[in-house]
């Protein structure tokens, strides 16, 4: 093999450098190396469609990619939102009726939120709420804080009403105080005067 093949197969191997149109000792080649030579060109043209063809292709599925990435991400976006939506919704929901099903039973309904987890209650896709459950841990509340209920607030005949008969709130013991770790549960306590004793408070 001359030279001169041997120059033109080096230079063809790279896809991406240009063969010149005129290969310096073309003429010598005969028509065997002329039609090898073509070849090798065409064999390497065929190389360079064929790289940017994939080229091409791998340009299009990485745009796809990053096009359902972006979809994706908007979705998880999307859920994410509504999923805060529909907790603060069953939150609301849970305070309301855990208030109605303490209402009679608690000498303020309000405590029942206080001192239950609403997240050990569920809402339905519908809105609903257990009840039975609402007014087990209700039952159950009691018997850890009697104190919190509507019945130890009444008047039993027994307390002194003041000359307008006006009853005086139930008071906490110094245990009970000392269990409550919420500051703005005592402050509410004190505002109610259900804490005058323990602080020695007289009218």
Do not use: C, W
Not at 44 to 61: I, M, V
């Amino acid at each position: 093999m001359s030279d001169a093949i041997e120059s033109t197969i080096e230079t063809t191997d790279a896809v991406e450098t240009e063969i010149p149109e005129v290969v310096e000792g073309q003429d010598a080649l005969g028509d065997a190396g002329k039609r090898a030579l073509d070849a090798m060109k065409a064999q390497r043209k065929a190389a360079q469609d064929e790289a940017k063809a994939y080229k091409a292709e791998l340009d299009a599925l990485k745009a796809q990619a990053q096009g359902r990435e972006a979809e994706h991400a908007a979705e998880i976006e999307k859920q994410r939102i509504k999923d805060e939506a529909l907790g603060a919704a069953n939150h609301r929901i849970l305070r309301s009726e855990l208030k109605a099903a303490a209402t009679g039973k608690l000498a303020d309904p309000s405590d029942a939120a206080l001192y239950l987890d609403l997240s050990e209650f569920t809402v339905s896709d519908d809105g609903d709420v257990d009840s039975g459950a609402l007014d087990a841990a209700i039952s159950d509340l009691l018997v850890r804080k009697p104190h919190l209920s509507a019945k130890a607030g009444r008047f039993d005949g027994t307390v002194d009403q003041g000359p307008r008969g006006q009853r005086e709130p139930s008071q906490l013991t110094e245990a009970e105080v000392e269990n409550i770790k919420d500051p703005a549960e005592i402050n509410r306590l004190r505002r109610e005067g259900r804490l005058d004793r323990y602080l020695g408070i007289k009218h």
